[in-house]
């Protein structure tokens, strides 16, 4: 397999997204802000709502998987359409901070032997949660590194050797990416202490309603991994 062939400094956001009207023309619009040369792809996993027009009218790249397919196998489609040099994943009800991919892209392009770079990403609550509904929540008050979307940026050629994510996960690419660059260490990374992403806390957030396949997801990475 083979990613190489891409649109030289362009930034390729890549948005998996299942009914996503309710927050996805707030991140495309906070992606639009970077002032980035930047195509954002909508991978629509087989919405019942109108999450694809919505993406059309502003101005993305949009992609129907004909069945739910799921967020994995959502970065998976997005990544072999995009022709971007460097790839970002996003979540659909996250806001991307000011300046995050200008200050991304300047890490990653002023190395050239670093192929990924990592920042840190910021819980907040949206707005529509009441008082009692954030109680039960807890939320980290101060920005924090390992969260995937909306916080590292990649060549799109690393996944020449990585190769492309495992869609049987439902969670968890983030560690069995990391796992895979440890066994090729001549690919180097960097974690920057840049906030880069606004996590949306909310009702209905994929970690939360996904909880227990999540939990499934991280122990059978545990056991991949030990058995290497």
């Known amino acids: 397999m083979t990613y190489s062939t891409a649109t030289k400094n362009l930034i390729s956001v890549i948005i998996p997204c299942r009914n996503g009207t309710n927050y996805l023309a ?13 195509e954002i792809i909508v991978v629509d996993d087989h919405s019942t709502d109108e999450t694809a027009e919505l993406a059309e009218s502003m101005g993305c790249r949009v992609i129907r998987h004909e069945v739910t397919r799921g967020q994995v196998a959502g970065k998976n489609t997005g990544l072999k359409a995009a022709k971007g040099e ?4 996003h979540d659909h009800d996250d806001v991307m901070a000011q300046g995050a991919l200008a200050a991304l892209y300047r890490e990653l392009t002023s190395a050239p032997d670093t192929w990924l770079v990592m920042a840190k990403v910021q819980d907040f609550f949206s707005p529509e949660l009441d008082e009692m509904a954030k109680r039960r929540v807890n939320i980290k008050a101060e920005p924090y590194y390992g969260l995937f979307t909306g916080a590292v940026l990649m060549r799109k050629n690393l996944f020449d050797y990585t190769g492309y994510f495992d869609e049987q ?3 968890g690419e983030i560690i069995t990416l990391m796992a895979k660059l440890k066994t090729l260490p001549w690919i180097k990374y960097k974690k920057i202490d840049v906030t880069t992403c606004n996590r949306r806390v909310h009702a209905n957030n994929y970690g939360r309603t ?12 545990l056991r991949d991994n030990l058995r290497h």
Do not use: C, S, W
Not at 31 to 36: P, V
Not at 86 to 89: G, S
């Open 26 to 38: 707030e991140a495309v619009a906070g992606i639009n802000r970077q002032n980035m040369p930047v």
């Open 86 to 89: 460097y790839v970002l994943f």
């Open 169 to 171: 996960l439902t969670a």
């Open 210 to 221: 996904n909880a227990d396949k999540e939990y499934k997801d991280y122990m059978k990475i």
